[in-house]
């Protein structure tokens, strides 16, 4: 299982971009890279999923380089409500694979 | 998008006493679903994983006989706690993969308080 590295904790403003960087060294070649918030007392929410290049939805994007071993989520013009632990993980998505986390970073952002 | 429940979402009880936790996949089937359990502050640690229909695997340092795992039906998940201690009051989180998607959905979490 490949080991996650985020940036402990982040303070950002209101309005501004904000990534989130993640590094997967081990990376395998089945992994994909999920993204999840968690606000406290909730259980885990799916933000994005990508395996390579870049993925974009209606809430984040997702850069991950050639050799993929790291990923950015990218928030856009965040809000007050953003604030939330965010998790990389990595994983295959076969039927058994297990989903471990990382410590998650921590994203404050300030009026 | 899928939805997971678990009920209830929250409970109190006393040392000594079995506490059951239902996971439910609300409009998919679950072929696998996972248990977590979080302390304050802290992240999410995989506790074991259960097929349908077959033994759940524990994590390493996991009481298989303690925290009781039953995954009778492609929609249903318990995790009983047995002889609860204050030491096993946690933040547990069940969650399900199935329906030919890659995602893993996660519940709203049940928080155990031992008393």
């Known amino acids: 299982l490949a080991k996650t590295t985020q940036p402990i904790s982040m303070d950002s403003y209101e309005g501004q971009e904000v990534n989130i960087t993640c590094s997967h060294n081990n990376i395998a070649t089945n992994d994909y890279i999920t993204w999840y918030q968690q606000f406290p007392s909730q259980g885990p929410r799916f933000i994005i999923q990508g395996y390579k290049t870049k993925v974009t939805n209606e809430v984040a994007s997702l850069f991950i380089p050639a050799d993929r071993k790291s990923s950015t989520l990218s928030l856009p013009r965040v809000s007050l409500s953003d604030t939330a632990v965010y998790y990389c993980?990595?994983?295959?998505?076969?039927?058994?694979?297990?989903?471990?986390f990382g410590k998650g970073t921590r994203l404050h952002i300030l009026p | 998008g899928a939805v997971v429940s678990q009920h209830p979402s929250w409970v109190i009880c006393k040392s000594g006493t079995s506490v059951k936790i239902e996971c439910r996949s609300l409009d998919f089937q679950a072929t696998t679903m996972f248990w977590y359990r979080q302390f304050p502050k802290q992240s999410l640690m995989l506790m074991a994983t259960s097929n349908e229909g077959s033994k759940a695997t524990y994590e390493q340092g996991v009481e298989k006989d303690k925290f009781l795992i039953n995954h009778a039906s492609l929609t249903l998940s318990t995790l009983t706690v047995t002889s609860a201690h204050p030491e096993d009051s946690s933040f547990y989180i069940c969650?399900?993969?199935?329906?030919?998607?890659?995602?893993?959905?996660f519940g709203p979490g049940t928080r155990l308080t031992v008393t």
């Open positions: 993980l990595v994983g295959g998505m076969n039927r058994d694979d297990k989903i471990i």
């Open positions: 969650s399900a993969r199935g329906g030919g998607g890659h995602e893993q959905y």
